[in-house]
């Protein structure tokens, strides 16, 4: 059975670090596309930065130039480090996973509905 599970997640102050990761069983990170998730309370879940093949990232212009998203095929788990939070980044943080590598390149690569496999989540919450 395909499985992601987060850890990382935990309570910093504004300007903090966290580093999430994303353990995968039953699948390949380098078979699709992968992503993470995050849905603050109150709010729609959106994506956050998604990675592909040859090293290709995106993300969402909030966390541009703080956060980074990476693979590590050798653990097969996917990460996603946080640098200078901000209270914004409050919420609950989910990797996902699809097996068509070509969401990655789509228009839809954000959206929840392109992904087929997703972890629990895991809680940040970043203080002032």
């Known amino acids: 059975q395909v499985q992601l599970v987060e850890s990382g997640g935990g309570s910093v102050q504004s300007g903090g670090s966290l580093r999430l990761s994303c353990s995968a069983s039953?699948?390949?990170?380098?078979?699709?596309?992968m992503a993470w998730f995050r849905q603050a309370p109150g709010k729609e879940r959106g994506g956050v930065a998604i990675?592909?093949?040859?090293?290709?990232?995106d993300y969402i212009d909030s966390v541009k130039g703080r956060f980074t998203i990476s693979g590590d095929i050798t653990k097969n788990a996917l990460y996603l480090q946080m640098n200078n939070l901000k209270p914004e980044d409050t919420a609950i943080y989910y990797c996902a996973a699809s097996v068509d590598s070509g969401v990655c390149y789509s228009g839809s690569s954000f959206a929840s509905d392109s992904y087929n496999y997703w972890g629990q989540g895991t809680q940040v919450t970043v203080s002032s």
């Open positions: 039953e699948f390949s990170v380098r078979s699709g596309c």
């Open positions: 990675i592909g093949d040859n090293h290709y990232t």
